[in-house]
């Protein structure tokens, strides 16, 4: 039973990673970035609601997440462990995913907080941008999200290394040596 959350600015790899991860330990990857975009595509309810704020790369409000968080996190797959990408985004989401925890008798294993420097970061999500396309993966839009992210992301590293749960690696390696370092704190 393995429960993670990911940490870390836009374009760290927390997708990839997380994905790879959830695939070994055969738990559900929920990437909230995946659920509004799919939503978005879609043209549901939610995704209307939330296409101008991720095309502008400003968080969506709490009130179209914390909901879709909750039932995605009470679904029967997600009962024997879960990974969570792009979720928490600010001390609110956190303390409320605390309180969710708290009603599903859960607690999370580790905080994993994928370290990159700004620069290789805009460098790979303009990368993304040319191969799949993400409205949001302009330069523009990047360094609004960067500034978003040190903002009101950030700020859940203290908040996770108070509780001794955070644990940081550095992100600016290969892709399998990443995924090399995730599973051996995953696996310690
Ligand atoms: P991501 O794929 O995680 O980078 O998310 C893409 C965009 O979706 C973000 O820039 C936000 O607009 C929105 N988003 C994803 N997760 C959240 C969240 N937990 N809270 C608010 N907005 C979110």
Redesign the pocket.
């Known amino acids: 039973m393995t429960r993670l959350i990911f940490l870390g600015p836009?374009?760290a790899g927390?997708?990839t990673q997380a994905h790879i991860l959830a695939q070994e330990l055969e738990i559900p990857h929920v990437?909230?970035?995946?659920?509004?975009?799919n939503a978005k595509a879609a043209g549901t309810e939610l995704g209307l609601k939330?296409k101008s704020?991720?095309?502008?790369?400003?968080?969506?409000?709490?009130a179209?997440?914390l909901d879709l968080?909750r039932d995605r996190l009470t679904q029967t797959d997600a009962q024997s462990g879960w990974i969570l990408?792009?979720?928490?985004?600010?001390v609110s989401?956190a303390t409320f995913l605390d309180e969710l925890l708290q009603k599903l008798d859960q607690v999370s294993d580790y905080v994993l907080n994928l370290e990159v420097a700004d620069e290789v970061l805009v460098d790979r999500m303009l990368e993304r941008g040319r191969k799949q396309g993400?409205t949001?993966d302009t330069e523009e839009?990047i360094r609004h999200?960067l500034e978003?992210y040190r903002n009101q992301t950030a700020p859940l590293i203290d908040f996770y290394k108070q509780r001794q749960q955070l644990v940081s690696i550095d992100g600016d390696r290969s892709l399998e040596e990443v995924t090399s370092a995730l599973k051996q704190v995953v696996h310690s």
């Open positions: 836009p374009g927390k997708g990437s909230t970035g995946d659920i509004l975009r939330a704020y991720m095309d502008r790369g400003e968080l969506v409000p709490d179209l997440i968080v990408d792009g979720f928490p985004r600010n989401q993400r949001d839009v999200r978003v």
